[in-house]
Nanobody, 126 residues
Framework: QVQLVESGGGLVQAGGSLRLSCAAS?????????MGWFRQAPGKEREFVAA????????WYGDSVKGRFTISRDNAKNTMYLQMNSVIPEDTAVYSC??????????????????WGQGTQVTVSS
């Protein structure tokens, strides 16, 4: 099994910053595959935020966060990060990290992942 645990969420004022972390572990967790971040606001569908390959040589971002959020990972720690800058109230959501142990080729879509964390709440006040 693969376990994903997010941390770093909280309440932040508009224009501020937060850094989310996602720690991966588990008996069957193997490196070498992309990971991603998604978010879901109340009453809205799950939205792709960002994804990163194992080596970090390829990054994907959702249109609503481009230029403000940065995804990264530290493979030695099996941890992925999401640096959120210039946050706006529309960024308020539960942020979840996702992992896969296969090459799905669809890393901007939820169906490209097999494992999900429980999520961390991010609330941006205006």
């Amino acid at each position: 099994q693969v376990q994903l645990v997010e941390s770093g969420g909280g309440l932040v004022q508009a224009g501020g910053s937060l850094r989310l972390s996602c720690a991966a572990s588990g008996r069957t967790f193997r490196g070498g595959y992309p990971m991603g971040w998604f978010r879901q606001a109340p009453g809205k569908e799950r939205e792709f935020v960002a994804a990163i390959t194992w080596s970090g040589d390829k990054l994907w971002y959702g249109d609503s966060v481009k230029g403000r959020f940065t995804i990264s990972r530290d493979n030695a720690k099996n941890t992925m990060y999401l640096q959120m800058n210039s946050v706006i109230p529309e960024d308020t959501a539960v942020y979840s990290c996702a992992a896969t142990q296969r090459y799905s080729g669809t890393y901007t879509l939820a169906r490209g992942y097999d494992y999900w964390g429980q999520g961390t709440q991010v609330t941006v006040s205006s």
